[in-house]
């Protein structure tokens, strides 16, 4: 019925645009009921004492769908016309309801009569969920169902192959008899809107189906616009794939309650800013690969070698059998094809790296360069890490990457980020991680080898060992010792897997580009023997050379703490007299850090370069001057008495 309508059944009042009356659900003595129109006819109504419109209704004996003006059946809405309709069936597929989305967006629920019209209540009409015949058949087959908000988000995910439900009405309209048809799931996983009421319905979804034990995650989809879904999240570049990842990596979803009983355990945690994650919230999974055994999915590697070797041309192999879904070497698994982003400082895209991916028979439209960001003044700079991590995001995303290939990660480091600083890179690469985690993707960063020759494998990359320390895999390329015509990658860590046999290469000319040709297993050629070989065949050098090269790769960027040197001495195999020596020649300063008479921290450092004495001088610094950074030589001031030069 219309508002005037309603008006004139319980006496109502003309109150401008309205009318005005004593409301029936309490003893009322100064009219406080409103009654309005809207836009489509149907009448308003509000107690402004506090009922509620069920009660109202109840003493008026109507029902909401009487508030609605009367219509033909069949006939348009008052607001627009219909756009789609989504059918609600029971277990064997009778229908017994429709969801019904008009243009403008507006929504209603209808149900078939006795006589074949159509009436806008549902009173009396069990309720299901959209394709729960689907449902059941999931749950059969003990699969995996996502929950989402609205039926055209079903349908996007049914596109995919996936298997997905939700419940009439939108946000918070879940039922907890919905519950009973999850039974026998492996899980569930609920992708809330990203607004609050979308959240909060999620919330109670995932309440529900604990209590029912069913297995749920609450997945949040990440870079959702406000209000945005996951039929957005599809649209803007989201795959299965990486769907599948984002579920696995998500910890199932426990109440508030756990914690609260945490909490009531502990009293004095109420108020820590730790966050912690119970493992038996955590769903287990096995490592996937992009190269089996040598390069895992969602980590980082490192690929360490000498210049000259390949280790450009070889990462662009790989970027080709990744863009075309061929098998990796020594892997027959073939996968389907996924797009690569680079970064790449040394090779040009047009005279190198687009002639090597065809020479490799890679597909140039899945692979891209990022050769650029822009800053908040629109003005295109390097990309750095971390700083732009979220544009390297954006960038695997809009080509649906499954690689990144950082190369040489030297390169790309921002300028504060000190490369021989244990704390600095690991700062860095912990979020070039967590971006290779969330996204699924696998990071492979090149990075020549530093000169000090000699120890473990893992300590011949240039920089911090923290560098080494945030990869999960770290490979290496070096010269076959039984042919310098061939070149062998050798896996020189790996903690997530059996450590897979050395595979040799030669480098081949294809036209006017270099490409890879892959030469199957190298016996005895580990990571280690490549090392030793290089030393034998005198391309090594002698323990004070090896420490003299170690402290002028160690201390080229500036100062390192004391403690800094002695640490990575010790992993690179270096005696400490060794090191003494070394330190004498090259003449490193040891310097203490901090103000006069405080405590502070020694830092060892290269010496400033020597120039010459002015002309006129005679001796050598015969009036306490001192070797200065600027050109020339600078008269100044003894060195401070926490000051070690070593001549």
Not at 459 to 471: D, L, M, N
Not at 575 to 595: F, H, I, N, P, Q
Request: hydrophobic content about 40%; aromatic content about 4%.
């Amino acid at each position: 019925m219309t508002g005037a309508e309603l008006a004139a059944r319980v006496d109502g009042r003309r109150n401008g645009a309205g009318w005005s009356a004593k409301c029936p659900a309490h003893e009322d003595r100064r009219a406080s009921l409103s009654i309005g129109e809207g836009d489509d006819g149907r009448a308003l109504l509000k107690c402004h004492a506090g009922c509620g419109l069920g009660a109202i209704l109840d003493k008026l004996g109507l029902r909401e769908a009487d508030l609605f003006p009367a219509r033909e059946p069949g006939a348009a809405h008052a607001r627009g016309r219909i756009v789609a309709t989504y059918d609600y069936t029971d277990q064997a597929g009778v229908l017994l309801y429709q969801v019904v989305r008009f243009e403008p967006k507006d929504f209603r629920q209808r149900r078939p009569d006795g006589v074949g019209g159509w009436t806008w209540s549902l009173d009396g009409v069990r309720r299901v969920l959209y394709r729960l015949p689907r449902v059941l058949g999931t749950a059969k087959a003990s699969g995996v169902v996502y929950v989402v908000e609205g039926e055209k988000d079903v349908e996007a995910l049914e596109a995919l192959g996936l298997v997905a439900t939700c419940n009439a009405g939108g946000a918070g309209k879940w039922r907890p008899e919905y519950a009973e048809h999850f039974g026998g799931l492996r899980g569930v996983v609920t992708l809330p809107d990203n607004d609050s009421p979308g959240r909060a319905h999620a919330r109670d979804v995932a309440r529900s189906l604990h209590a029912a034990g069913v297995p749920v995650k609450l997945l949040e989809l990440p870079i959702l616009p406000e209000k945005g879904d996951v039929s957005d999240w599809l649209a803007a570049g989201g795959t299965r794939a990486r769907l599948d990842e984002l579920r696995k990596a998500a910890p199932r979803w426990e109440p508030a309650s756990e914690a609260d009983a945490m909490r009531a355990a502990d009293p004095e945690a109420d108020d820590s800013p730790a966050v912690l994650v119970k493992v038996s919230s955590v769903e287990p999974e096995r490592v996937e690969w992009l190269w089996m055994h040598r390069i895992p999915r969602g980590k980082v590697t490192v690929l360490d070698g000498d210049p000259g070797l390949g280790k450009s041309t070889m990462t662009l192999d790989l970027a080709a059998r990744v863009s075309t879904g061929r098998p990796m070497p020594g892997d027959e698994r073939e996968r389907e094809p996924a797009g690569v982003v680079l970064l790449t400082a040394e090779d040009g895209i047009a005279d190198t790296i687009r002639p090597r991916l065809e020479a490799a028979g890679g597909d140039l439209e899945r692979v891209a360069v990022l050769t650029a960001v822009r800053d908040s003044d629109g003005k295109p700079r390097l990309p750095v890490i971390p700083d732009d991590v979220e544009p390297i995001r954006q960038a695997l995303r809009a080509v649906g990457a499954s690689l990144l290939v950082v190369d040489p990660l030297m390169a790309f480091l921002n300028g504060r980020v000190d490369s021989h600083r244990d704390q600095d890179v690991r700062g860095a690469l912990h979020l070039l991680a967590d971006l290779a985690g969330c996204e699924g993707v696998s990071v492979v960063i090149v990075r020549h080898l530093n000169k000090a020759g000699g120890g473990h494998p893992i300590y011949r990359g240039g920089g911090s060992i923290g560098i080494i320390g945030a990869a999960r895999a770290g490979l290496l390329v070096a010269p076959d010792p039984k042919d310098d015509t061939r070149r062998v990658v050798a896996v020189s860590k790996s903690n997530l897997g059996p450590v897979p046999p050395s595979l040799a290469y030669r480098l081949v000319q294809s036209g006017d580009a270099s490409r890879i040709d892959w030469e199957g297993v190298a016996e005895g050629c580990s990571a280690s023997d490549l090392l030793a070989a290089q030393r034998d065949d005198g391309e090594g050098a002698g323990p004070r050379e090896e420490a003299e090269a170690f402290l002028r790769e160690l201390l080229a960027q500036g100062p390192v703490p004391a403690k800094d040197v002695e640490r990575d001495r010790r992993a690179a195999g270096i005696s400490e007299r060794t090191l003494d020596r070394a330190k004498a020649r090259l003449g490193v300063r040891a310097r203490k850090e901090g103000r006069p008479g405080e405590a502070g921290r020694w830092a060892w450092s290269l010496p400033e370069e020597r120039h010459e004495p002015s002309k006129g001088a005679k001796g050598a610094n015969p009036d306490g001057w001192h070797p200065s950074a600027e050109v020339g030589t600078l008269r100044g001031p003894a060195p401070p008495q926490d000051e070690e030069i070593i001549t």
